[in-house]
């Protein structure tokens, strides 16, 4: 069973910077998968933040395209999400997620990861 840690979390002032790092364990996908960062800000439900499928295409939400930057190390799956220009909005709970499903398809909904850490608490100060 391949399990998800995140860390990097931690608190930062208005814009600056944090970088995230997702570390996979106790087993393998076997092969490509596609990967994601999650986030749930105060008192609001989870939503996806940032994408790369299994073949390297990459889809942001509209709240962090151009501040935010997701890759990985193909051959052991970790995962990063580079943040700047951090705002107090982005304070929140963030998760990374996985799924060996549908590799090609960058999806924004939850509940189509099969895989999840149990995040990492990012605080940005005003």
């Known amino acids: 069973q391949v399990q998800l840690m995140e860390s990097g979390g931690g608190s930062v002032q208005s814009g600056g910077s944090l970088t995230l790092t997702c570390a996979a364990s106790g087993g393998s996908f076997g092969g490509s998968a596609r990967m994601a960062w999650f986030r749930q800000l105060p008192g609001k439900e989870r939503e996806a933040v940032a994408i790369i499928t299994g073949f390297g295409g990459l889809r942001y939400a509209d709240s962090v395209e151009g501040r935010f930057t997701i890759s990985r190390e193909p051959s052991n799956y970790t995962l990063f999400l580079q943040m700047s220009s951090l705002k107090p909005e982005d304070t929140g709970m963030y998760y990374c997620?996985?799924?060996?499903?549908?590799?090609?398809?960058?999806?924004?909904?939850?509940?189509?990861?099969?895989?999840w850490g149990q995040g990492t608490q990012v605080t940005v100060s005003s």
């Open positions: 997620a996985a799924s060996i499903y549908q590799i090609a398809y960058a999806s924004l909904s939850a509940a189509d990861y099969e895989y």
